[in-house]
């Protein structure tokens, strides 16, 4: 007798974790898209079941367990495979952060469960306060979802990687609305038109599989979404300023192991200066601490024949390198990026930095004697430093984890015309961090209406356009460099004038209203 398994006879916790894990491939590289929405119905349908709220908070935790287990895996590449941290100490690190970003799921589903009440359905009349609820299902699973993604893009410096809406990212009809409203808006409809798709499922069962006239309006938001989405696809938020520009992008593909070795250094210094000498442009790219040592530090020499290459092109380099100074009295650093050409000299320090990798967090200091990091505390930029005056662009620069913080990059690409990003994620190793960030860099390009130009260590270097499609790319681990015609951009989009502000207050009025209306029908 053949076996058949019965996902039916699963318990809800273990079905949450597989839609969880599923839901991954929704991101890149799988970018499966439909999934962000197949995999958030079945959260959905297990949530509309009866049962308690501590069932709900169970199969949210369980959920994003999933998720995040197997969304953020690359922390282990990181610390093990990089970092030299023991596997199991790795291993129990690795599973501990998971645990601590499935908590925003479980608080979202015990609060969509805490607007149903302890049953999770509606009384079965016909009166208009109790078809409220069931209509208001969808748009309240949204908002409980969207709301605490928005809060863990926030507390403790904020981690919003793997938030639903980037797994819209172009070519998801859904990619639209990101001009607009922002990944977190991208979260929203996502979440609403799973639940909707959930509603639809649910009283198509109730009814035998057939067809009834209650279904026709949630089908028809769900398309007027999706048409409405595309449309907004084909809408320019922004205009070209002035005449294109040719860039190179530089990615040394220098092992993380070798890269602060001292009797290597001069071999990485002779790799940039000869990927930039044989592939030059008006703005030469090289990714984050191309220079592995503080800029004072630098043998003169060589800034001098960067510049030169710079000055020949009658263009620019722009370079990531620590600065600051280390004394015996005084010590300080900063993860920088700076230009040198025919233009004056210019410096931006990274604003936003991560905690373990740039600064240690009180009482973690023996976390970090674990792992081999080099400059474990790096300084702050300050937060409203210039835009950079590069070859007639205004640039926005960040770098890595930086361009993951949507608000913080509109606040400052508002008034560019290009944004660049350094990142060395060689960190990551041969992992999803890769293409995750670079989908993030797609959504980032989307919400500001501009190019980003991404120059990596290890990957993944590309020309993004400001309808975030991938106009150019470098293959990952290899030594190259990624030549391009680019056009800059002005013109501001919806997003960069509110941010997420909308977001936020849509979700708050959401769940006021679902308050208000369970107050009303337990009266």
Not at 109 to 132: I, K, P, W
Not at 227 to 249: H, M, N, R
Not at 418 to 429: E, K, Q, R, Y
Request: hydrophobic share 45%; aromatic share 12%.
């Amino acid at each position: 007798m053949r076996w058949k398994p019965d996902f039916r006879q699963m318990s809800p916790h273990a079905q949450a974790f597989g839609w969880g894990l599923l839901g991954v491939a929704a991101f890149a590289p799988f970018s499966l898209w439909p999934l962000a929405i197949i995999c958030w119905i079945g959260l959905y349908l297990l949530l509309r079941q009866p049962g308690t709220l501590r069932r709900a908070l169970g199969i949210g935790f369980s959920f994003g367990l999933g998720q995040f287990l197997g969304g953020v895996s690359w922390v282990y590449v990181s610390m093990h495979d990089i970092g030299g941290m023991p596997a199991a100490l790795a291993l129990l690190a690795t599973i501990l952060f998971a645990a601590y970003l499935a908590l925003y799921p479980m608080l979202a589903t015990g609060l969509f469960r805490l607007m149903h009440g302890a049953h999770g359905e509606t009384h079965q009349t016909h009166d208009t306060l109790s078809r409220v609820p069931r209509l208001l299902s969808p748009l309240i699973f949204a908002a409980s979802w969207t709301g605490f993604e928005i809060l863990r893009g926030e507390v403790f410096t904020g981690f919003p990687w793997l938030s639903l809406g980037y797994a819209e990212a172009p070519p998801s009809p859904l990619a639209g609305y990101a001009p607009i409203m922002g990944v977190y808006g991208l979260s929203f409809i996502t979440c609403w038109v799973a639940g909707m798709g959930g509603e639809i499922w649910q009283r198509a069962r109730n009814q035998g599989w057939h067809w009834a006239p209650t279904l026709n309006p949630l089908m028809f938001a769900i398309m007027v979404l999706f048409v409405c989405g595309y449309g907004l696809q084909q809408i320019s938020w922004t205009k070209a300023e002035g005449a294109p520009i040719k860039v190179s992008l530089l990615q040394g593909n220098v092992p993380q192991a070798m890269k602060w070795q001292p009797e290597l250094y001069v071999q990485t210094l002779l790799t940039y200066f000869q990927l930039a000498r044989n592939n030059p442009a008006t703005l030469i790219v090289l990714p984050e601490t191309a220079i592995p040592s503080l800029l004072s530090e630098a043998p003169p020499e060589f800034l001098q024949d960067l510049q030169r290459i710079g000055q020949e092109q009658r263009g620019n380099i722009l370079l990531g390198v620590p600065t600051g100074e280390s004394t015996r009295d005084r010590s300080w650093f900063a993860n920088s990026a700076v230009s040198m050409g025919v233009d004056p000299l210019q410096v931006y320090s990274k604003v936003h930095l991560v905690p373990f990798g740039e600064i240690t967090p009180p009482g973690f200091g023996w976390f970090l004697k674990l792992i081999q990091m080099p400059l474990p505390n790096f300084s702050a930029g300050e937060a409203d430093q210039p835009l950079m005056q590069l070859s007639n662009q205004k640039v926005a620069v960040n770098i890595c984890y930086e361009d993951i913080f949507g608000s913080e990059i509109a606040k400052r690409a508002q008034h560019a015309t290009l944004m660049v990003n350094l990142s060395n994620t060689a960190w990551f190793g041969d992992s999803l961090a890769q293409p995750q960030h670079l989908q993030i860099a797609q959504i980032r390009a989307l919400e500001n209406g501009r190019p980003m130009l991404r120059a990596t260590n290890t990957g993944m270097t590309a020309v993004i356009g400001p309808r975030g499609e991938r106009q150019a790319t470098l293959g990952a681990f290899t030594r190259n460099a990624l030549i391009a015609n680019v056009q800059g951009m002005q013109g501001t989009t919806p997003f960069q004038r509110w941010r997420n502000w909308p977001v936020i207050g849509l979700c708050l009025t959401l769940l006021f209203w679902g308050l208000l209306t369970r107050r009303h029908r337990s009266a």
